[in-house]
C-alpha cells in the first residue's frame, strides 16, 4: 500500500465505525465478510481531516477504475448503502467489491476472491466527487437516535443475561458446597460471582449515560462513544467466555462425583 495502511478522512470514520456497529444486525454472509474485513483494517487506519487528505485516496463518492491481471477493467463509484445502485455503477460499502477498496489509493492492489479463483486486481484511477454531507450521509440527529437505541438494546440484553448469570453462579456455589467441597473451584466460582455483579452495576451506570452521546457535536465526541462502546462489548465477551470455561469446570466435577 501505497502509504502503509488504510488512510479514512476523519467524519468518514465515524460514519464507518456506526455501519461497523450495526454489523449484528446484518443477516447476509456477504455483508458480514465485508464488514470483518473493514472492521480489522480500521484497527490500524490513518486518519486524517478534510483539508489533509490525499487527492488519490478512495472514499465516499469517490469513482475508482480498476485493472485485473488478465486486463479486465471496472468502473464504479463507492457510495453508502442507502445510495447504492448497481445498474448505474454506483456500488455500496458494504459489498465485498467496495469493502475492497476503501480507505486504498491510485497504484494500489488488492486481492479479489473470483468463481475461478484469487486475481489481484490493480486501482488504475481514482476521482473524487464532490462531498455533500447531508446528501451522502446519514441526517446526524436521526443516525444518533438509531445508534443509541441500538446501543441499549444490546446493553440490555447484556444485563438480562448477566442476572441470570448471578443467580446461576448462586446455585453453583452451593452446589459446590453440599456435593464438590474444592476450595479452589469455590474461590473461582467466588471470584467470578464478584466480576459479574461489578459487571452488572457497571452497565447499568453505562445505560444511565448513554444518552449524552445524543449530546455530542464533534467527530472527536462521536468516536469516543462509538469506541467506547466497542470497549464494553468484548469486556463482556471476554467474561462470558470465562464464565462458560468455569462452568464446565463445574459441570465436570459433577460429573465425576456421579460416577464415584
Known amino acids: 500500500m501505497k502509504y502503509g495502511n488504510l488512510v479514512i478522512e476523519k467524519k468518514e470514520y465515524v460514519v464507518l465505525k456506526r455501519l461497523m456497529n450495526l454489523s449484528g444486525y446484518y443477516k447476509d454472509d456477504t455483508l458480514r465478510k465485508s464488514v470483518q474485513k473493514i472492521v480489522g483494517e480500521l484497527e490500524t487506519a490513518i486518519i486524517r481531516d478534510e483539508s489533509e487528505m490525499y487527492e488519490d485516496v478512495i472514499r465516499f463518492n469517490t469513482t475508482v477504475t480498476i485493472i485485473s491481471e488478465n486486463g479486465w477493467h471496472k468502473k464504479f463509484k463507492l457510495v453508502m448503502p442507502t445510495d447504492s445502485d448497481i445498474k448505474n455503477d454506483k456500488i455500496s460499502i458494504l459489498t465485498p467489491m467496495g469493502a475492497a477498496v476503501m480507505g486504498y489509493s491510485e497504484g494500489d492492489s488488492v486481492v479479489w476472491e473470483f468463481p475461478s479463483g484469487e486475481q489481484k486486481l490493480t486501482i488504475e484511477k481514482v476521482e473524487q466527487g464532490i462531498m455533500i454531507a447531508s446528501k451522502h450521509f446519514y ?5 444518533k437516535r438509531i445508534m443509541m437505541k441500538k446501543d441499549r438494546l444490546e446493553i440490555n440484553n447484556w444485563t438480562d443475561e448477566l442476572e441470570f ?13 453440599i456435593m ?18 461489578l459487571m452488572l452495576a457497571s452497565l447499568y451506570r453505562y445505560d444511565n449515560s448513554i444518552g449524552k452521546a445524543i449530546e455530542c457535536d464533534t467527530v472527536e465526541c462521536d468516536a469516543y462513544y462509538l469506541n467506547h462502546h466497542e470497549k464494553k462489548r468484548d469486556t463482556y465477551l471476554s467474561h462470558i467466555t470465562n464464565y462458560r470455561n468455569l462452568k464446565l469446570k463445574v459441570l465436570s466435577q459433577i460429573l465425576l462425583n456421579a460416577k464415584s
Do not use: V
Open 139 to 143: 441526517p446526524h440527529e436521526s443516525d
Open 165 to 177: 448469570l448471578n443467580k446461576e453462579l448462586d446455585f453453583y456455589l452451593d452446589i459446590e458446597d
Open 180 to 197: 464438590i467441597r474444592n476450595s479452589k473451584l469455590y474461590q473461582e466460582l467466588h471470584g467470578t460471582r464478584r466480576e459479574n455483579a
